[in-house]
């Protein structure tokens, strides 16, 4: 079975630049999360969605990070304009579901990450 | 708000010394802990997870303990090996699948 596919694995770009990352979940998954994370710290949820609608967005950037799942599959993460404190690596997961009934679980299948340095 | 924390942020160990790794939270409503392993330019791999029920999880070399009511877990290792070097991220899952991250342990176990 394949795994999470992330593109491109690394970006370098000046501030205020743009740049979108590319995700590709397991196939069949319906929840899709994008997460970040800076250096010596751990992953921070930014966006999940269920299909293609957004679930929780309370930790994105709304001012300069945008995201889109089209037709519930692929998964796109723009920053526009790039600050120097967006440096970090953005992971992808996916899951089958994300229910929230009392104990069900579903496993979170990660990427390997797309690291962004601004310089 | 979540809040999770580990202990120690770094640690450098002798091959086959058995070691503990620490998590702790502030919010004891959750459904499950789970603990990860991250290599450098990889992703997330998932290593034991601990439902909120349950006290242990044991894994070949690893064990993994929660006490949800003090808000406390520890990731055993067992015979550590070289191999076992990486850093070690423990996670909380809340409502919808929502996954809190500590900031994990970067072991390094030398030859």
């Known amino acids: 079975e394949a795994g999470v596919a992330q593109s491109p694995r690394y970006k370098i770009i000046e501030k205020r630049q743009s740049v979108a990352f590319w995700c590709n979940p397991i196939s069949g998954h319906a929840t899709l999360y994008w997460y970040q994370q800076i250096l010596g710290q751990g992953p921070k949820l930014l966006i999940q969605f269920q299909n293609n609608g957004v679930v929780d967005d309370s930790q994105l950037p709304k001012d300069r990070f945008s995201a889109e799942r089209l037709k519930g599959v692929d998964s796109t993460l723009k920053i526009q304009p790039a600050k120097l404190e967006d440096s970090a690596v953005y992971l992808c997961?996916?899951?089958?579901?994300?229910?929230?009934?009392?104990?069900?679980?579903?496993?979170?299948?990660f990427g390997p990450g797309t690291r962004l340095l601004v310089l | 708000k979540q809040e999770v924390t580990q202990i120690p942020a770094a640690l450098s160990v002798p091959e086959g010394e058995n070691l503990v790794l620490n998590c702790s939270f502030t919010d004891s409503a959750i459904y499950n802990l789970q603990w990860f392993r991250q290599d450098p330019g990889k992703g997330l791999t998932s290593l034991l997870l601990?439902?909120?029920?349950?006290r242990e999880q044991t894994s070949g070399r690893l064990n993994a303990s929660l006490d949800k009511s003090s808000g406390r877990s520890t990731l055993y290792i067992a015979a550590s090996q070289p191999g076992d070097s990486a850093t070690y991220l423990c996670a909380v899952r809340g409502g919808g699948n929502k996954l809190t991250f500590g900031t994990g342990t970067q072991l390094k176990v030398e030859l």
């Open positions: 997961a996916s899951s089958l579901v994300g229910g929230s009934v009392a104990g069900d679980f579903e496993t979170q299948y």
């Open positions: 601990i439902q909120s029920s349950q």
